[in-house]
């Protein structure tokens, strides 16, 4: 059977049916309001383990929904976990690749059934609007779906060399590593968690789960529902606690393999941290982005408008792959950019769990405080052209909400045209040409995501040719930098912004968890 990408919210539009996703939705939160645990437990070798103390998850919606609390484990828990896992891979990497496939094809059918409970999770716990939590999860069960095609498509990775002597009969085999940790960000809490643990389990390794501190209700469901698709006791250990505590000491700990969806900060430091050591330890990870949009003098203007608003704008600038600088031809700069501003001043800030809510809070009071000094810094080196304010309405006060914000007038080199914000914060600035704004977009550490807008083929085949980055779109009006889809755009980034050069969704993503062995067999 082909791959087919689950695509719920652009699906139901097509066939008429778009409200019922609205209904399902809000039905979903209702019983996840009312059945919160108090207490949300660790798992280790599929036993239930509590720590001495335990964290509060509270809603960047509104500071008054408590989610539940979760284990502080200690650092010295990281040892077990990975131990667990440790004794599990023997059986785990010796199960055929069919049954693990046919397992994780069970899970995908179950998220599926229990999409909009997931979508549910993912809003009140990270402040995603109903239809990019309802997306998370579609491309989830992508990740899972496309993966065990794959792994049918190659039988396994097992095939037949070619033979130089007659006598003997060669095959190659990738086989996998043994324990990876998976550690886990907030913004794509079940697609990106279930994507980076597919990735490791579907090819036989065992894994030790850490999710986002600030988001780990869905990775906890997530776990769940892998638990009851038949993913046995130890495969998938999951450990909640600090990023710099708990996470670290599972990073420094005796894994296989590291995979990782992060700061470039934190993902540098593991992979020294695994060059380091005595034995090859792979790291494979995703490491943020600083994404340029270039509009040319021959765009259409009212698509590129669409295109950088949403880009920029949507799940308020939290996503590695977020326009957060834009090169405009100065010939078209100011009818651009009045068109942008007006644009983006339409678009509803406020709760997610209103249907009609294009983006909601940022994940917490931190990133208000760092949006607000960034804000402060723009104003200062440039011009805020829209933006720069906390929302402290009557009906938002209880949360994480600021304004969508437009600056310009900063030099290239200023520190918010060069670092990764994740914060609804587009920095603009003027191009004399095409050849100018590619080699500007070029000029940072990151190549994640890039995108253009003309309607002229031959300033698409030289932005294609010369720009840096390992995800480029040409007129999407969808959104101008962001939204690969599982199986159609391969998700990696250049320098920077990743480790591997390979991307997700990709042909190449599953190989990155083998590694291969030539096997010779002399007949007699």
Known sequence: MSFENENTCFKAKLLGTFDEIGRRFDAAVEVLLHGFKYSYPNYVGGIERRSAHEFE????????????????????????AVEASRHAFAEWRNTSWLERVNI??????MMADEKFSLAAAITLNNGKNRYEAVADVDEAIDFIRYYCQQMRENEGYDREMLSTYPDE???????????????????????????????ALITGNTVVLKPSSAVPLPPFLLYEVFRRAGVPDGVINLVTGPGDELGDALVHSDVDGIVFTGSRAVGERMIMSAASRERHVPVIAEMGGKNAIIVT?????????????????????????????LFVHSKVYDTFVSKLVEYTASLKVGDPLEKDTFTGPVISEAKVKQFLQCADMAGKDGRVLTGGKRISSEFLEQGNYVELTIVDSLPDDHYLMRTELFLPFLCVTRADSLEDAIARANAVDYGLTAG????????????FRDIEAGVVYANRRRSGSSGAMVGSQAFGGWKASGSTGKGTGSVYYLQQFMREQSRTVVRP
């Open 452 to 463: 253009i807008f003309s309607e002229d083929a031959d300033e698409l085949y030289a932005f």
């Open 169 to 199: 009969t060669v095959r190659s085999v990738l086989r996998p590593y043994g324990v990876f940790a998976v550690i886990c960000p907030f913004n794509y809490p079940v697609a990106i968690t279930t994507g980076m643990m597919a990735g």
């Open 57 to 80: 998850v509270i809603s960047p919606i509104d500071s008054t929904i408590q989610l539940g609390s979760f284990q502080k484990m200690p650092a010295d828990q990281a040892k077990k």
């Open 297 to 325: 003098e021959k765009a259409d203007l009212d698509k590129a408008v669409e295109g950088v608003a949403k880009a920029a704008f949507g799940y308020s600038g939290q996503k590695c792959s977020a326009c957060s600088r």
């Open 104 to 109: 994780f094809e069970k899970a995908a059918d």
